[in-house]
């Protein structure tokens, strides 16, 4: 492997920047702008990311990562993923904006859903590449330092995105951010960016052939592991991911309607912006000690930390009275999710062997991705509808689907407890 230079790392740590502000900046309010502005039901919001992640993880396992192992094209996947996103993003506007004038606001919720949900086939290439990429240029020891720095700036940039988001979203009038297109030009523009930053510090004919040399010396030693077990080890550490994150993502879009509600919380859109920035501002620090953490306690240990505190926060979600308290407890989740981010990527790292990064990639950011998706449409939106439509409020319904999703990530705890952090593999644990 090559030893980071400045520009790498300020490249790599300002294209994660700019991808967590452009998320924060348009997915933010788009949930509630599908229910509350265009009418859909809670389930049916939850299809914009159920119907994505399907296409993104899909794209990924069957395409992407087979053309990233054959060409170690990575940084060609990720400018041309963004560009592909940066255009279509237009084009979903103008549909939707056709489609609000001409057919309802029901048919243009569905534009966006469906338009969004075809980019993402063409945009999970510059997810897979990105995942390969800082395989392909850090060592082990450099890869949990430089997850720890991007995962941490990406945090700035969400909290920066959000902020914008919550300024531009009634901007012109009652979500005129969306009407009008600002948040639309806005995220295209920084996917643009994005895709000539990364191209320009990453992107070197003779750092790809060193990659190369790299990978085959990597794949003779990997032939001396014990590869039936890693491999074992390495689809329940999917399973339990998969399942923890059906519990943890099927309350996102939910809390956000819960909070809204006149009780209890009764939040404004400045206060669930901070809210959301609550767990942003957590995913900061905590990245920034993730990797100390997981040295000192273990990366298994570690992970499990991020298991535990996905079981315990939609609990205490119940508790609070006000903003105050939603925010001071969704700050748990961001702890929980860079632990998962910068601890679950090393792990996936250690057990990946060089020669097949694009695939098995593919294959932990497809369960990522996947249980991001499904856990909306399947879990919290669907438990959510049927107990409105049997005559419970709304805010009854929400604390139901928080009571589920502590119990599905509690089932995602055991079986990583069971299978993953019981097996004795130092390899595994340390390297």
Same mark, same amino acid.
């Given at each position: 492997?090559?030893?980071?230079?400045?520009?790498?790392?300020?490249?790599?740590?300002?294209?994660?920047?700019?991808?967590?502000?452009?998320?924060?900046?348009?997915?933010?309010?788009?949930?509630?702008?599908?229910?509350?502005?265009?009418?859909?039901?809670?389930?049916?919001?939850?299809?914009?990311?159920?119907?994505?992640?399907?296409?993104?993880?899909?794209?990924?396992?069957?395409?992407?990562?087979?053309?990233?192992?054959?060409?170690?094209?990575?940084?060609?996947?990720?400018?041309?993923?963004?560009?592909?996103?940066?255009?279509?993003?237009?084009?979903?506007?103008?549909?939707?904006?056709?489609?609000?004038?001409?057919?309802?606001?029901?048919?243009?919720?569905?534009?966006?859903?469906?338009?969004?949900?075809?980019?993402?086939?063409?945009?999970?290439?510059?997810?897979?590449?990105?995942?390969?990429?800082?395989?392909?240029?850090?060592?082990?020891?450099?890869?949990?330092?430089?997850?720890?720095?991007?995962?941490?700036?990406?945090?700035?940039?969400?909290?920066?995105?959000?902020?914008?988001?919550?300024?531009?979203?009634?901007?012109?009038?009652?979500?005129?951010?969306?009407?009008?297109?600002?948040?639309?030009?806005?995220?295209?523009?920084?996917?643009?960016?994005?895709?000539?930053?990364?191209?320009?510090?990453?992107?070197?004919?003779?750092?790809?052939?060193?990659?190369? &040399?790299? !990978? #085959?010396?990597?794949?003779?030693? @990997? *032939?001396?592991?014990?590869? =039936?077990?890693?491999? %074992?080890?390495?689809?329940?550490?999917?399973?339990?991911?998969?399942?923890?994150?059906?519990?943890?993502?099927?309350?996102?879009?939910?809390?956000?309607?819960?909070?809204?509600?006149?009780?209890?919380?009764?939040?404004?859109?400045?206060?669930?912006?901070?809210?959301?920035?609550?767990?942003?501002?957590?995913?900061?620090?905590?990245?920034?000690?993730?990797?100390?953490?997981?040295?000192?306690?273990?990366?298994?240990?570690?992970?499990?930390?991020?298991?535990?505190?996905?079981?315990?926060?939609?609990?205490?979600?119940?508790?609070?009275?006000?903003?105050?308290?939603?925010?001071?407890?969704?700050?748990?989740?961001?702890?929980?999710?860079?632990?998962?981010?910068?601890?679950?990527?090393?792990?996936?790292?250690?057990?990946?062997?060089?020669? &097949?990064? !694009? #695939?098995?990639?593919?294959?932990? @950011? *497809?369960?990522?991705?996947? =249980?991001?998706?499904? %856990?909306?449409?399947?879990?919290?939106?669907?438990?959510?509808?049927?107990?409105?439509?049997?005559?419970?409020?709304?805010?009854?319904?929400?604390?139901?689907?928080?009571?589920?999703?502590?119990?599905?990530?509690?089932?995602?705890?055991?079986?990583?407890?069971?299978?993953?952090?019981?097996?004795?593999?130092?390899?595994?644990?340390?390297?």
């Amino acid at each position: 492997m090559i030893s980071l230079n400045r520009k790498i790392m300020l490249g790599l740590s300002s294209f994660q920047f700019m991808a967590m502000a452009r998320r924060g900046l348009f997915y933010t309010f788009l949930a509630l702008y599908l229910r509350v502005k265009l009418g859909l039901s809670v389930t049916e919001t939850t299809l914009l990311a159920s119907l994505t992640m399907i296409a993104n993880s899909t794209s990924q396992t069957l395409v992407w990562g087979k053309v990233s192992d054959k060409y170690q094209a990575r940084t060609s996947l990720v400018v041309i993923g963004e560009t592909i996103a940066a255009l279509g993003y237009i084009a979903v506007y103008f549909l939707h904006i056709h489609l609000l004038n001409t057919s309802g606001s029901v048919a243009a919720a569905y534009s966006i859903i469906a338009g969004l949900s075809l980019l993402e086939f063409f945009w999970s290439m510059s997810n897979l590449g990105w995942s390969a990429l800082i395989s392909d240029l850090t060592t082990s020891k450099e890869r949990g330092k430089l997850m720890s720095v991007i995962s941490s700036v990406g945090g700035v940039g969400r909290i920066l995105g959000i902020s914008v988001s919550a300024i531009m979203y009634d901007w012109g009038g009652e979500a005129g951010g969306f009407k009008s297109g600002l948040l639309f030009f806005f995220a295209s523009g920084i996917m643009l960016a994005s895709a000539v930053l990364i191209w320009f510090s990453t992107h070197t004919p003779e750092r790809i052939h060193k990659n190369k &040399r790299t !990978g #085959r010396a990597v794949s003779k030693q @990997n *032939a001396l592991l014990p590869k =039936s077990h890693s491999s %074992a080890t390495f689809y329940w550490f999917l399973l339990s991911v998969f399942v923890v994150g059906l519990g943890a993502f099927s309350i996102l879009q939910v809390l956000v309607f819960y909070v809204e509600l006149d009780s209890p919380i009764g939040a404004t859109s400045f206060e669930i912006a901070m809210i959301r920035n609550s767990a942003s501002i957590a995913t900061i620090i905590a990245s920034l000690l993730a990797v100390p953490l997981a040295d000192k306690v273990g990366r298994k240990n570690a992970l499990g930390l991020s298991f535990a505190l996905s079981v315990v926060t939609p609990l205490l979600y119940i508790f609070a009275q006000n903003a105050a308290q939603m925010i001071a407890i969704n700050s748990l989740r961001g702890v929980s999710s860079a632990l998962m981010t910068v601890v679950g990527y090393l792990i996936a790292s250690d057990l990946i062997p060089a020669e &097949r990064r !694009g #695939r098995l990639f593919g294959q932990y @950011n *497809a369960i990522t991705y996947i =249980s991001f998706g499904l %856990a909306g449409t399947f879990l919290g939106g669907p438990i959510a509808d049927y107990l409105i439509s049997t005559g419970s409020t709304q805010a009854s319904a929400y604390v139901t689907t928080f009571q589920v999703a502590s119990a599905v990530s509690l089932i995602g705890t055991i079986i990583y407890a069971l299978k993953v952090k019981s097996e004795r593999n130092e390899k595994f644990i340390r390297s």
